[in-house]
């Protein structure tokens, strides 16, 4: 143990399955834990949606809410349930002080505008014309901001009064990895204290299908669990919506302000594996064998995204070491890109917490897990690129 | 202590460092009308534009790599870094990508109905069109460069909106700093200058519409200053420890001394009134460089040409250096190059570095009509000899973003 050791102090956390780390503990060990799905909106494609909120339980004022954007709004509403769950909303002099780490993507374009232009252009040649004449006169001024990527994280200073350092990196999964890989060592080398890290997905608009589809990587038929996608229809992602965020804080300043901790990090590995020329196993693989993985049977909190190739090289990479007993969640939350590794963590330290395991979420796939674990290991192997994973040990 | 090794640049007036040097010190402007896309309806039609390069009509993404590519050869080249063997972790900074319109508008002309956004989905799946996913995906750009020059673990592509550049150099220096590598490559690029980026920042009025010279368009701590000039760009720095660099026998082209950084949470776009967090930015540089107010010799300002931005930045200079601050030379070189966003805060550290080197300082053009609130040494319009060993650069973005950098000639 040192005083900077990482811990994990606050977690909020929302998905289709609920929102708050409660919610997800009762969803998840549940004795069989189901999915919520929509498979109308966007049908052919399954999406797992958001659950009800009051969006005004953590950004209380209306003209906030206005300012943003679904997906802006999700990741403010969970970093405002991670810093309540840490005790730190309402301490100032904290929150001034506190680093804030975002993983994030793009946020929602105006969808009526886009398809007004869409249905424009089969009737005329001159397109770029028609873009300056749609976008001049029918965007939101303030839509730009909505959607601008570093505007989560702006949102969270302006709201939650987070405003030590801001940094957002962008990119799939990788960039949660960086958030929480980064976060860590940050605070392990003495640069930081305390630093709200996270990222938040919307899948709810068709132009985060689109992403996905350009190279069809999404799962066509009726819902299965993530192990169970290769035979279908499509490439194996089922998205959903939700975020995660977690308080991480230097053990020593938890102490020093009478926090308990859910549970420790441990070492966070990340990899470029180049998939065109070695097998991803191998490079996962390579992953495991830089963790000091404890013996026995270790509960693996996996974010398996379905995508056919990652996910059987994931399968493959875990049950070569013979003792990691896989928690594919994707299964239930579905897909949630940049939040896919902080959700992983969030989960991984929920189980540690209650020393408890969860239930096979696919009772065909996955083991049984006895006992109660000391150590979890989360993961996210990319969709398409960068892989990581890290340990999240008692505290 | 960090240390610079390799530097390279590319803007609107040109590629490479010889050629941007040059044209900065004659004070020549980069800016100059659109003819990448018409500009029928725009309210500004000028802008900073990389127009010179192979890919600069292939769409944001294709040019933000190519700009962050040049930018980076040159860099690694200068440090003398085995080529493909970097051996330190990547930091871009880059805009945010989205599927360019050029394309959204071919895949649906190519869908096989049009019923709205379904129906591009639909063509998207079935145009098995792999470019554009990697158009869509943020992690592209970077994934192409880690490849390209060997960089280790996986690469950390970034947004701090305009003060992104700054921010992908203070990531190397922390990493550095913790021991994790001796080297780090940090770029900053942005090749977004398309029909909707402009238009989404005039519609936030951000962007000057002095259309009619467009060379004096941007004026920094004018008074008459109206906005700023979007433009394209990329600067990337390799930086070491100094041990290493010292050990391979490296040339130490300068010092990156300090960063600071503190975030605003008073408005989506507008500064706190009292500047208190870029104050605090400021502030936060020099204690991290280890150095007072009175060490700092000139100011790579943020200055970006809009009322509020020059107003701000000359409050919290003023607060932090007191009445010294008329004795200190600032120059926004943005004057020239306009605002080169993402890539904003790399490009301006190399030419800071090259400011100290050069013994030069490059000039605030289009310094005609001073903002008497505005008292500052802008180096107006032309360029000054100078030898300065300590350069304070800042950089400021919407979303409450401060990153302020202090840099030095020699290690102390």
Redesign the interface.
């Known amino acids: 143990m040192s005083p900077r050791d990482v811990v994990i102090t606050g977690m909020g956390i929302v998905s289709s399955l609920g929102e708050g780390v409660d919610a997800h503990w009762q969803a998840l060990t549940a004795t069989a834990p189901a999915p919520v799905l929509d498979r109308e909106r966007f049908a052919p494609y399954t999406i797992h949606p958001l659950p009800e909120i009051d969006w005004s339980q953590q950004i209380p004022r209306r003209g906030d809410q206005r300012q943003m954007e679904t997906w802006q709004r999700l990741g403010t509403y969970a970093a405002g349930l991670a810093l309540d769950d840490a005790g730190m909303k309402d301490d100032e002099a904290l929150c001034a002080s506190m680093d804030l780490v975002v993983a994030a993507g793009g946020g929602e374009r105006d969808e009526a505008v886009d398809q007004a232009i869409l249905d424009a252009s089969l009737t005329r040649n001159d397109h770029d014309v028609l873009l300056n004449e749609k976008l001049t006169t029918e965007l939101r001024p303030t839509l730009f901001l909505a959607q601008l990527s570093n505007l989560l994280a702006g949102n969270i200073s302006i709201v939650h009064k987070v405003t030590g350092s801001s940094r957002t990196f962008m990119g799939e999964e990788g960039a949660g990895v960086s958030t929480i890989e980064t976060a860590a060592a940050r605070i392990r080398a003495g640069q930081s204290s305390h630093v709200l890290v996270g990222g938040a997905f919307q899948t709810e608009h068709s132009d985060m299908l689109l992403a996905y589809e350009l190279a069809g990587f999404l799962h066509r038929d009726d819902w299965k669990p993530v192990w169970e996608r290769a035979d279908s229809e499509g490439g194996g992602v089922v998205t959903g919506s939700g975020a995660a965020f977690l308080v991480l804080e230097a053990r020593e300043h938890a102490e020093k302000r009478g926090r308990k901790a859910y549970a420790t990090v441990g070492p966070i590995v990340s990899r470029r594996s180049r998939r065109n020329s070695e097998p991803l196993a191998d490079g996962i693989d390579a992953m495991l064998a830089q963790l000091p993985l404890p013996e026995g049977p270790l509960l693996t909190l996996s974010g398996a995204s379905g995508a056919h190739q990652a996910t059987q090289a994931e399968e493959e990479a875990l049950a070569k070491r013979g003792t990691l007993v896989a928690r594919g969640f994707s299964s239930l939350t579905g897909h949630m890109k940049e939040a896919q590794f902080p959700f992983a963590m969030a989960l991984a330290a929920l189980s540690v917490w209650h020393g408890k395991a969860y239930p096979a979420f696919d009772a065909d796939r996955e083991q049984a897990f006895e006992g109660a674990p000391q150590a979890v290991l989360a993961t996210a192997i990319g969709y398409h690129c960068f892989e990581g994973m890290g340990l999240v040990t008692k505290a | 202590m960090v240390a610079v090794t390799g530097m390279g640049v590319v803007t609107s007036l040109g590629q490479g460092r010889e050629d941007n040097w040059k044209a900065l010190i004659g004070g020549r402007s980069g800016i100059h009308p659109i003819t990448r896309?018409?500009?029928?309806?725009?309210?500004t039609t000028i802008a900073g534009t990389v127009d010179f390069l192979p890919s600069s009509n292939d769409g944001a993404s294709a040019l933000t790599f190519e700009l962050a590519d040049l930018a980076a050869a040159e860099a690694v080249a200068q440090a003398n870094v085995t080529a493909g063997d970097f051996a330190g972790p990547l930091f871009l900074a880059?805009p945010?990508?989205?599927?360019d319109?050029?394309h959204?508008?071919s895949l649906?002309?190519g869908a096989r109905e049009?019923n709205?956004?379904?129906s591009?989905?639909e063509a998207?799946?079935t145009?098995?069109?792999?470019q554009?996913?990697g158009e869509?995906?943020?992690?592209t750009i970077?994934?192409r460069l880690?490849?390209r020059y060997g960089t280790r673990?996986?690469?950390?592509?970034?947004?701090?909106?305009c003060a992104s550049g700054a921010?992908a150099i203070q990531?190397g220096m922390?990493?550095i700093?913790?021991?994790?590598c001796d080297r780090a490559l940090a770029i900053g690029a942005d090749g977004s200058a398309t029909?909707?980026a402009l238009?989404?920042?005039?519609?936030?009025s951000a962007l000057t519409t002095q259309n009619d010279v467009p060379e004096k368009a941007s004026r920094p701590f004018s008074k008459d200053r109206s906005g700023f000039v979007l433009a394209e760009g990329a600067g990337a720095l390799v930086l070491e420890s100094l041990e290493s660099a010292l050990a391979r026998g490296a040339e130490i082209l300068g010092i990156m001394r300090g960063c600071g950084?503190?975030?605003?949470?008073?408005?989506?776009?507008r500064s706190k009134p009292d500047g208190s967090?870029a104050i605090a930015a400021v502030r936060a540089a020099l204690s991290d460089a280890g150095m007072a107010e009175d060490a700092i010799e000139y100011i790579n300002a943020h200055g970006t040409s809009t009322p509020e931005n020059d107003k701000m930045e000359h409050l919290s200079l003023s607060t932090v250096f007191g009445e010294r601050i008329r004795d200190v030379p600032v120059s926004s070189n943005k004057s020239m190059i306009g605002h080169t966003l993402s890539a904003a805060g790399a490009v301006e550290a190399v030419f800071s570095l090259m400011t100290m080197r050069e013994g030069v300082l490059p000039p605030t053009i289009n310094y005609d009509t001073p903002d008497p609130a505005i008292e500052l040494d802008v180096v107006p319009n032309v360029m000054r000899e100078a030898q300065v060993s300590s350069v304070l650069s800042n950089s400021f973005?919407?979303?409450?973003?401060n990153t302020c950098l202090v840099m030095a000639r020699e290690p102390v």
Do not use: C, N
């Open positions: 896309f018409p500009t029928e309806h725009l309210a880059a945010p990508v989205e599927l319109w050029r959204r508008l649906y002309a049009h709205g956004a379904m591009l989905i998207a799946r145009a098995h069109a792999l554009l996913f869509s995906q943020f992690a970077a994934d880690a490849e673990g996986l690469p950390i592509t970034l947004s701090t909106a921010t990531l922390e990493a700093r913790r021991g994790e029909a909707e238009i989404r920042f005039s519609l936030l950084e503190k975030s605003d949470d008073f408005h989506r776009t967090p973005g919407f979303g409450g973003q």
